[in-house]
């Protein structure tokens, strides 16, 4: 792991309503607004797909050194709301459907998914833990 906390990424807007992200490795991610019927994921469905992902990397790691999983997979579901505190999503869920081989190495690996879930959540899931403790974002306008 670098010593360097930074994360970064850039967003460049592609067409209207269409943006891609690129990380400092190079790796890009195509979204959108929706916008004419689109398929983007929209920075919502990110935002659910940053929090399943994170969660499901920690379980995995913690998970398949014991067995390798028959079916792995996390939905993550959330209400989009407008009130008087502006947009935002509420009732975010996090929800494991995973399963493992009969045998010694799968009883092992069900045994420890509650706590690897559990640990995850509480403390390993950096993106979960930033939304559950309100993370203040900045934002400026940098001179052209």
């Known amino acids: 792991m ?3 906390p930074l ?9 209207p ?10 790796g ?3 979204f959108g607004t929706a916008v004419g019927g689109g398929t983007e994921f929209t920075p919502v469905e990110l935002l659910l797909a940053a929090i399943g992902g994170c969660t499901a990397a ?3 790691v913690a998970t398949t050194r014991h067995a390798e999983p028959d079916g792995f997979t996390v939905t993550v579901t959330g209400n989009k709301v407008s009130d008087d505190l502006g947009n935002r999503m ?9 399963t493992f081989p009969e045998g010694e190495a799968g009883d092992r690996a069900r045994a420890i998914l509650p706590r690897a879930v559990t640990v995850s959540h509480d403390r390993l899931c950096t993106v979960s833990r ?11 306008i940098k001179d052209a």
């Open 2 to 4: 670098s010593d360097n």
């Open 7 to 15: 994360r970064q990424v850039t967003v460049d807007r592609t067409a």
């Open 17 to 26: 309503g269409r943006f891609t992200a690129t990380n400092v490795r190079g």
């Open 28 to 30: 890009t991610i195509d």
């Open 58 to 60: 920690d379980v995995d």
């Open 90 to 98: 509420t009732d975010l869920a996090v929800t494991f459907a995973v």
């Open 130 to 140: 930033t939304v559950e403790t309100g993370t203040p974002v900045t934002v400026t």
